[in-house]
């Protein structure tokens, strides 16, 4: 049997943002979100998560841009005096290569992030990272040790077969640097495994999207949709709408977002979805969709 999550990152960025995850849920295909406790719509996010509850809601972890959760001057070493995270993934990485910053306040960080969601009534499905973060050894068992604590079973494994974002987008990738960060990650594969298995943390067994960050649209979608194997899979999206907010907040994906909503949105993906017989499914039912595609 073929399951299938479709995510969005980012929910609780901008409200248009939320507008869009939302319309893709309750008119597309879209499955799931990870909702942003820094993000500057966190409470509009959330009120919509409680309005749409067959929506799947996870955690989308921030530990790079924005400001931390956690009060000001508890993590001096990842946060500045104004409460600012690392305002790069390299400023980030560099500083943990360094170990200048203390793996207590990253799980500091991640534990009252994950708090905040579950204060505002949502119980979360999973957790993943924006940036995806948690590849980095040291974050990954920070967020193991957090995640076993406050009993969350389920993360992103955000490694894909680069073969697959190959044939998505006709061997035409807009971005060289996103098949490298994606083959970066796919070369620490083995660590992340051994981590999660220690800190009994469950992924699906295929993922895509990385390297096609912001080329979905309706034709590259579909085709991502079509290289779904047996067993489960988790497709990342950002869809939102591209608005006056979106376009004030910044940040690379703009326009990119609206066409990713129109792909959830199309019948064509949905039609494709039904004709390779896959199931839709989110975080919380993916235990019990992997015991059914499990070989007695």
Request: net charge positive.
């Amino acid at each position: 049997m073929k399951a299938l999550i479709l995510n969005a990152d980012d929910f609780g960025m901008t409200p248009g943002i939320n507008e869009g995850i939302i319309r893709a849920h309750r008119e597309g295909i879209l499955t799931s979100a990870t909702l942003m406790a820094t993000g500057v719509a966190f409470d509009d996010a959330a009120a919509k998560a409680k309005a749409t509850p067959t929506l799947g809601v996870g955690c989308h972890l921030v530990l790079t841009g924005g400001i931390a959760v956690t009060p000001r001057g508890k993590i001096p070493s990842l946060a500045d005096e104004s409460g600012r995270l690392p305002a790069s993934l390299l400023a980030l990485f560099a500083k943990l290569g360094s170990g200048a910053i203390r793996t207590v306040e990253i799980e500091m960080e991640l534990r009252a992030q994950i708090e905040k969601v579950r204060n505002a009534g949502i119980d979360p499905t999973h957790v993943d990272t924006h940036k995806h973060t948690h590849a980095h050894p040291r974050v990954m068992y920070a967020l193991g040790r957090v995640t076993r604590e406050l009993k969350i079973r389920c993360v992103r494994k955000p490694v894909e077969d680069l073969r697959d974002s190959w044939i998505s987008s006709r061997g035409r990738p807009r971005s060289w640097l996103q098949f490298v960060g994606a083959a970066a990650v796919r070369a620490v594969s083995h660590r992340f495994d051994s981590i999660a298995s220690e800190y009994g943390l469950n992924s699906p067994d295929y993922f895509l999207g990385l390297a096609t960050t912001g080329q979905l649209g309706t034709k590259e979608l579909i085709r991502l949709i079509d290289r779904v194997r047996e067993g489960s899979t988790e497709i990342m999206l950002h869809p939102g709408l591209c608005d006056a907010d979106l376009q004030n907040y910044g940040g690379r994906l703009q326009r990119e977002r609206q066409k990713e909503l129109e792909a959830l949105l199309s019948p064509d993906s949905r039609r494709v979805v039904a004709k390779g017989g896959i199931r839709l499914i989110n975080y919380r039912e993916l235990e019990q969709a992997d015991a059914q595609t499990t070989p007695a």
